[in-house]
């Protein structure tokens, strides 16, 4: 089964980059580019992208993406979502080919739409489904980040008759001082194995 990550990120790199890496054998687009995506959500979308350099607006614009880079990730069989800030382990051990199968959405949080990992089915019905919520030009054309994804997107879900499934692999991600280690491909936290981290609330890479 083919996967890509999608991640347009217009801002300063962490200073953790150099740190930082994807889950084995995922293929990933980095996207950098303002201008560009500018144009792409213009001519995709018809709408014009507020955010500006440094600012997390792009988060808004994640259930879009299987959209805005369509022609990109053809052949691909799943398209997925991630952040920076992130430690991964043996993802694929938890995030199994055989269970995706089943599932048109899959977020990586127990209640709602995650940003910092979900995977969408490469279908036009999962990358039109934000399109279904009657006010998604208004929380996209806002010049703030404002969460929609997690609130109003994830409850079209919910509604919809798409399959999906919320799981929370993430270890304990709200401790400012996690307790990390790595073995080959396997991340522990406090010795109990995890599929990832995110270190949102420290910034600091753990490892």
Known sequence: ???????????????????????????????????????RVK????????GIYGSGKVW????ALGLLYEEEIKGYD??????FD????????????EQL????IWSNHHSYVCGCWTLYRNCKKVNELFMRYDNWKEMMIYPE???????????????????YRYSFYQGNPYTTEPKLKKEGNRLYQDEEEIAMFHFRRSKIFPL
């Open 1 to 39: 089964m083919k996967k890509i990550l999608l991640c347009p990120f217009f801002g300063d790199m962490p200073i953790w980059i150099d740190k930082f890496q994807f889950p084995n054998g995922y293929e990933y687009i980095i996207d950098t580019n303002l201008e560009l995506f500018k144009k």
């Open 43 to 50: 001519d995709k979308l018809g709408i014009d992208y507020p």
């Open 60 to 63: 808004d614009y994640r259930p």
């Open 78 to 83: 799943y398209w997925l979502t991630c952040d």
């Open 86 to 97: 992130m430690v991964f382990g043996d993802v694929d051990k938890w995030f199994t080919d």
């Open 101 to 104: 199968n089943e599932l048109d």
């Open 145 to 163: 980040a404002n969460g929609w994804v997690e609130k109003e997107y994830s409850r079209l879900l919910e509604e919809s008759e798409l399959s």
